[in-house]
Structure formats: structure tokens, C-alpha cells
């Protein structure tokens, strides 16, 4: 009995540390790591917060590897991506062992595309053989990949819930799958996840995307302690979760009109610099805004009720029918012009 609340007593002041250290990151910055040279795979890195990504890494001069779907827009990023590679090939140089001066050799580009659906998990084991055959062993895996059908539950066909609940979840347990055993073996890697805060408190009219991104979540926090459990902290661990992001994956979302200068949509470059500084420090999980944090706890301890209030307040209750609305009317229009 004495060694249980002996241990209980150890219990509170590890967690008492974890909050004091986890405050004083709020206070004193933490250092960024360097991903120079490392492999980092990026899903969905044909357009939005993956194109962003691979450009934020690229500038650490990380060894990019995209994925998309579509080649065209995967190879515009690419190509952005060797822009930058090209602003950072100048030699440098630094201080030779006695005193002279030497010249470092100027950075080699390195960035690869390949054409993957992350819907079908043969694609993705097949690409990521590919991968490690012909780049090597992954350091850094950006799961980031995303789709959002667009329908109310009722009109949503069953092939677009599927499609939803497998890129925005199953894909994550694929991609983990293939890399995650050399990461282990290395006890070396970071995977990262993003989410969104639909993941984490959800709203009317996106069952599907609500319901993928909380399996996203469920299944990331799960990875995380079981990487805990088998003592491999070499092994990092980054959730994101963002409100609303200006991407146009859902144009016409609106809150009420009096609330929204407060709380507008994110501005993708803000989303992903807040997503690289809490990667490159290994921070566990990011909300953007930090109003996200609160309102997850709030709908941790207030009765449903109160929750509905509180939509109802914001607008959040129905915020998603414009878009909704604006999608339906655009596939009528599309199917008007195909029946012409």
C-alpha cells in the first residue's frame, strides 16, 4: 500500500512538471531542430497546406517527396520547390581548421514527385517501395492528404462517405504502416498529422469529414502512446488541428456576420508556419487559433445544452449550409451543362 501512494506522489509531481514545463515553452522559445537532409514525405502536396509544407521544409533544405494524386499540380509544386532549392545553391563559406577560410559546397536539390492515391492502400505501399528504393528510408512522414464531400448525410452518396473516411483516415494507418518499422528500428522519425478542429468538436452537415477527422485523431493519440509504451523517444509525434482555413475546401462556410471579424477563416501561410515552428520543436499538438483550445475543453465539461447555446450564439450551428448549398448548386450547373 505505501509504495502505491508513494508512487501516486510521483505521479503529482511529474504532472506538476509537465505543466511548469510545459508553461515556461510559452515564456522561453524552444530551439527549432534542423531537417536538413532528412526525407520527408508530404501527402496531398500537389495544392493547399501541402504545398505550403513542402515549401516550409524546403527552405530547411529537407529532401522533399510528394505525393498526390494529381501529377500536374504535384509537379508545379515540385517545381516551386526547386526554385527555392536553387535560391539556396550558393557556396558559403566558414572557418577552415587553422585559421584559413574554405568553401562549403553548395546545397544539391533534391526533390522527388510520385503520382499516389492515397484512397487505395496498394498505391501507397507500392509508392512508398518505390520510395525507399530509389530515395531511401523516411525521416519526416506529413500526413496531409484531405477531401471534404460536400453533402448533407442524406444526400450524400455512399462512394463519397467512403472515399472521405478512407484519404482522411484509413490513409493514415497505410502511410504509417509502410514507414513506421525503419522508424522504429532507428528509434528516429516524426510523423505528423493533420487534423482539423472538426476533429474535435464537430458541427452540423459534414458527418463524414467530422467523423474522418476524428478517427484521424483517435488514431494518432493511440499511435503516441504506444510509441510511449515501447520507449521509443526518438520518435515524435505532431497533431494539427486548425479552425477554418482560407484553402477554398469550403468556400462559403460562415459564421454570424457579428462574430466573424473575431474568429475569420486562417490564412494558409499563417496555419503552416504555426504547424512547422510546433513541428521543428517537437511540440505535440497544435490548435490555430488558440480559442480552439478552450472551446475543446468547454465541450470537455459543459452539458450538450449549453454546447447548442453556444453554437447557436456563434452561428457555428448551421455555419457549414452556405457552403453546403454552394456545392449542390454547382453540381446541378455541372449536370445541366453535361445533359446540353
Known amino acids: 500500500m505505501m509504495i502505491i501512494i508513494a508512487e501516486f506522489f510521483v505521479v503529482i509531481l511529474k504532472v506538476l512538471w509537465a505543466f511548469l514545463t510545459a508553461g515556461a515553452k510559452w515564456v522561453v522559445r524552444p530551439k527549432e531542430k534542423s531537417v536538413a537532409g532528412q526525407v520527408c514525405v508530404i501527402t496531398g502536396a500537389g495544392s493547399g497546406l501541402g504545398r505550403l509544407f513542402a515549401k516550409e521544409f524546403a527552405r530547411r533544405r529537407a529532401i522533399l517527396v510528394l505525393w498526390d494524386i494529381n501529377s500536374q499540380s504535384n509537379e508545379e509544386t515540385a517545381e516551386m520547390v526547386r526554385q527555392i532549392y536553387h535560391e539556396l545553391d550558393t557556396p558559403i563559406t566558414k572557418d ?6 574554405e568553401e562549403v559546397p553548395p546545397f544539391q ?36 492528404a484531405g477531401v471534404v464531400s460536400g453533402h448533407h448525410l442524406l444526400e450524400c452518396p455512399d462512394e463519397l462517405i467512403e472515399r472521405t473516411m478512407v484519404v482522411n ?3 493514415h494507418f497505410w502511410t504509417t ?7 522504429l528500428e532507428l528509434n528516429h522519425g516524426h510523423i505528423v498529422t493533420v487534423a482539423s478542429s472538426l476533429g474535435l468538436f464537430s458541427t452540423a452537415g459534414v458527418e ?25 523517444d526518438g520518435i515524435n509525434m505532431t497533431l494539427v488541428c486548425p479552425y ?10 460562415r459564421i454570424r456576420k457579428e462574430i466573424e471579424p473575431f474568429l475569420p477563416p486562417l490564412k494558409p501561410e499563417f496555419c503552416v508556419k504555426q504547424a512547422m515552428r510546433a513541428i521543428l520543436t517537437d ?3 497544435i490548435c490555430t487559433p488558440r480559442i480552439v483550445y478552450m472551446v475543446n475543453f468547454m465541450k470537455s465539461i459543459l452539458p450538450f445544452e449549453a ?18 448549398a454552394q456545392r449542390k448548386e454547382a453540381m446541378n450547373n455541372n449536370e445541366a451543362k453535361n445533359g446540353i
Open 169 to 171: 483516415c484509413h490513409a
Open 283 to 285: 511540440q505535440p499538438m
Open 208 to 232: 463524414d469529414y467530422c467523423a474522418s477527422k476524428f478517427g484521424a485523431i483517435g488514431f494518432h493519440e493511440s499511435l503516441s502512446h504506444e510509441l510511449k509504451a515501447s520507449e521509443k
Open 244 to 253: 477554418l482555413v482560407d484553402t477554398g475546401m469550403f468556400k462559403g462556410c
Open 109 to 144: 536539390p533534391q526533390v522527388y514527385t510520385y503520382v499516389c492515391d492515397v484512397g487505395k492502400r496498394e498505391s501507397v505501399y507500392s509508392t512508398a517501395e518505390k520510395v525507399r528504393r530509389e530515395v531511401g528510408e523516411v525521416d519526416i512522414l506529413i500526413n496531409n
Open 96 to 101: 577552415g581548421p587553422v585559421g584559413g577560410v
Open 307 to 324: 454546447i447548442v447555446c453556444m453554437y447557436r450564439f456563434l452561428g457555428a450551428d448551421k455555419c457549414m449550409y452556405p457552403f453546403l
Open 177 to 183: 504502416k509502410a514507414f513506421l518499422p525503419k522508424m
